[in-house]
């Protein structure tokens, strides 16, 4: 009974139940080669995202893929197949994204998944898009562990993960200040701790000598004002700060107020003008140092840039509700320009089999909203495909990018 | 609380050839369970694998609609927070299965075990409080498990944010059938058994005191009903039962994490819980429908307007069925059978 229910429903007649059209078509041209969800006009692609539910300001990532996709799709699709993108709410739920993707690959019969939205929502899939031996592309989440291709050869990340932007902070610090006494201030959580591997990692053998004190902090605390002083104390003249914007702000502010005058690098999530320096102080925030592997739109130094300009009136023409200064319409975008280049490399051959031997295949790919000089690149052993960020420093009114484009490696 | 209880009203005294109906009627209720569980025995052979995973999972919230259901329509207390229990229960699982590799049926009853003595001991204190202040207090309860799973002092053990895999339960070797399914006819033979159970509760002296104290708790206490004994086991039974629901959901989805368990999981038994009849038992798998299924069908419908899509249908439920599933369809039961006998 085993064949006769679940496989051959699945790669026969997928749609006899839920009346999807028929789509496990299989070619007997030899040139052609169609995994499910593919035929010769149209090609699945699966998502999930909070549309509702606490994180439901994320929603703009899985929208402004869509409108990407749309925009290819204007355009005559790619070798003349259309992007089919169904993207489904899970309401930041993981129980709910089990769901949705198992619809998703076995009912919708995607290709493939791009984009899937969240850590913990990732995670509940993770063995079962392995196991089911479909591509979970790009998603998008800032976890370390997406950079598995020996354990996890169908997972794919996107973004600069924690570790790797660990490392570049060692790596800055390693050059302009090889005598730093280092205080870090992390969220005690696995966010802060894979930030912190990745700055440890980046130190290597110095790690030891330079790092004098290690303070975590409690999304529960109320405020972080006693580490602050506690690293002030030990006589640390760089302060690493690992947080979410609330305690960003707050770490901010208090070091302003004790006047201390360390070099303050804050790690990227906690980075936003808006949301971390406006309620801390411009004024207090100045000479902060960070990372970003995107182009700012907020920022005016891209008003002329070409890659900007195309991206405004991308944004204008196929999300016009979108809010241009939100960057995750830059990550969506971003994503779902990868996938279609990952599509392209693709040609007719539209397996599961060759969608990961092609995102694994990925080099120097530019992004339009990518920093000039960062490119996104991709091999069987390596599935983290933005591993680069530029420095940038905050002048009291805006971040100025400075130095050169740096690089996660392990140091 | 007024809640029309179950059974018992369909058969009301209505006649002299009481015993014969009641015969007849008892026949034909039993060839209508005896078709639904047919039925369910071949849904999944008829369906794919990811809606045998929607109909269990529909199971599993139906038995943790039903421990809330046991608490709050035959007990009337009120529970804002049993999505507490569920997540407590998953937990149990998960951790019982990863880190001691307890084998996954054993885990069913240590979850139940763990969420009866939790509930029994929450229930305690909860004897002050009646009816809002009650909901309030169970309200935090929900308020603080997601925190406390992340909580740093417990993270060895519950995987903090990252939460914990499970393996896929293993099919016995001489079943020819696939996962998905072995999981779906596990799950169903423990929520058959659990509303056996139930069943059986509501319909012994217990279940009478139990409804008693619902019904005028004063008299029940001039009857000799002892109330905080009764009351405290009815929250370690409620818990149990929602547990047990937690922990066949570890196994279903194979994951547990912080984030599966939010405020919104109490949220939806309380709304299936209504919607399938305070006081009904088969009306708590009607609410495990409506709680998977409709949210499906609003975001269908328009992806913009899903949330007030679920309020309508939420609404058009609550006017055309205002005693829930249950009492509609004893309300339909009875036409039918006024009609017949005319």
């Known amino acids: 009974m085993k064949n006769l229910t679940r496989r051959t429903i699945l790669t026969a007649a997928p749609a006899l139940a839920f009346g999807s059209p028929l789509l496990a078509t299989r070619s007997a041209r030899a040139a052609k080669q169609y995994g499910p969800g593919v035929t010769d006009t149209e090609i699945k692609v699966g998502n999930t995202g909070p549309y509702s539910g606490p994180l439901s300001n994320a929603s703009p990532i899985p929208i402004s893929m869509a409108a990407y996709f749309k925009m290819i799709n204007d355009e005559g699709g790619i070798n003349g197949r259309k992007i089919n993108f169904i993207s ?15 619809k998703l690959v076995e009912s919708d019969q995607v290709l493939f998944t791009s984009g899937q939205l969240g850590t913990p929502t990732n995670s509940a899939i993770w063995h079962y898009m392995n196991e089911k031996k479909v591509p979970q592309l790009f998603v998008s989440t800032g976890a370390t562990k997406w950079d598995d291709p020996k354990g996890h050869p169908w997972t794919m990340g996107f973004f600069v993960s924690y570790q790797a932007e660990g490392r570049i902070y060692a790596a800055y610090i390693l050059q302009n200040k090889p005598d730093a006494k280092i205080g870090v201030l992390y969220q005690n959580d696995d966010f802060g701790k894979d930030y912190l591997k990745g700055l440890v990692d980046g130190l290597g053998d110095k790690a030891a000598s330079m790092i004098k004190v290690k303070d975590s902090y409690e999304t529960t605390d109320a405020t972080v004002d006693s580490q602050i002083v506690e690293l002030k104390a030990a006589g640390c003249d760089v302060l690493v700060t690992i947080a979410i914007p609330k305690f960003g702000a707050q770490a901010i502010r208090k070091v302003a107020e004790i006047a201390w005058k360390p070099l303050h690098i804050l790690n990227g999530i ?5 949301v971390t320096l406006k309620p801390a102080g411009l004024e207090n925030a100045k000479g902060i140092i960070t990372d970003n592997s995107f182009k700012d739109a907020t920022d005016p130094q891209w008003q002329n840039d070409a890659g900007y300009k195309w991206w405004v009136s991308f944004m204008d023409k196929y999300y016009p509700a979108g809010d241009k200064t939100d960057s995750q319409n830059v990550y969506g975008q971003s ?5 279609v280049q990952m599509l392209k490399q693709c040609g007719d051959e539209l397996t599961r089999e060759n969608v990961m031997k092609q995102a694994a295949n990925l080099q120097d790919l530019e992004l339009p909203m990518l920093l000039p000089g960062i490119a996104i690149n991709t091999s069987p052993t390596n599935f983290a495909p933005i591993r680069q960020a530029q420095m940038r420093r905050f002048d009291g009114e805006r971040y100025v990018p400075f130095g050169p484009v740096l690089t996660g490696a392990i140091g | 609380m007024t809640t029309p209880h179950q059974d018992t009203t369909l058969f009301a005294p ?3 050839a009481l015993g014969a109906r009641r015969a007849a009627l008892l026949t034909t209720r039993h060839w209508v369970w005896a078709g639904v569980l047919a039925v369910a025995v071949v849904l999944p ?40 229990f569920y997540g407590l229960g998953a937990y149990v699982t998960a951790i019982l299965m990863q880190r001691y590799g307890v084998a996954y049926y054993w885990t069913v009853p240590a979850a139940g075990g763990v969420c009866f003595a939790v509930g029994a ?19 935090a309860l929900a308020v603080a498990l997601p925190q406390l799973l992340k909580f740093h002092g417990l993270e060895d053990w519950t995987g903090g944010v990252q939460g914990i895999v499970v393996d896929q339960p293993d099919v016995p070797g001489f079943l020819p059938i696939d996962t998905d399914q072995w ?3 596990f799950t169903l033979a423990v929520v058959l058994a659990m509303f056996a159970g139930a069943a059986n509760l509501v319909k012994s002296r217990t279940g009478r005191a139990i409804m008693a104290i619902r019904d005028h708790p004063i008299a029940a206490a001039a009857m000799g009903v002892n109330e905080p004994l009764y009351k405290t086991l009815t929250f370690g039974v409620s818990a149990l039962y929602t547990g047990v629901a937690g922990a066949l959901g570890a196994l279903a989805v194979q994951f547990v994490a912080p984030d599966s368990f939010s405020l919104f999981l109490s949220i939806n038994f309380l709304v299936g819980l209504i919607l399938g009849g305070m006081g009904s038992l088969p009306g708590c798998l009607f609410g495990g429908l409506f709680v998977l299924y409709v949210p499906n069908i609003a975001e269908s419908v328009s992806r913009g307007l899903a949330g007030a899509i ?33």
């Open chain 1, 88 to 102: 489904y709410d899970d309401g930041y739920s993981p129980p709910k994204t089990v769901e949705m993707t198992r």
């Open chain 1, 335 to 339: 994503i779902a320009a990868t996938t």
């Open chain 2, 310 to 342: 679920y309020g309508v249908i939420m609404l058009l439920v609550i006017f055309v069925m205002p005693s829930g599933a249950a009492g509609f369809t004893r309300l339909a039961f009875a036409y039918v059978s006024r009609w017949r006998n005319r």
């Open chain 2, 45 to 84: 052979f008829v369906f794919q694998g990811f809606v045998v995973f929607q109909l269990t999972e529909v199971m599993i919230y139906g038995l943790a609609i039903l421990g809330l259901n046991l608490l709050t329509g035959f007990n009337g207390q009120f529970s804002v927070g049993h999505g507490a």
């Open chain 2, 121 to 139: 001991l929450f229930g305690l204190p909860a004897l002050r409080l009646q009816g809002l202040y009650l909901a309030l207090a169970t309200f």
């Open chain 1, 270 to 274: 906690a980075s936003s003008v808006g």
């Open chain 2, 183 to 185: 999981l779906y006819y």
């Open chain 2, 14 to 16: 209505a006649g002299q």
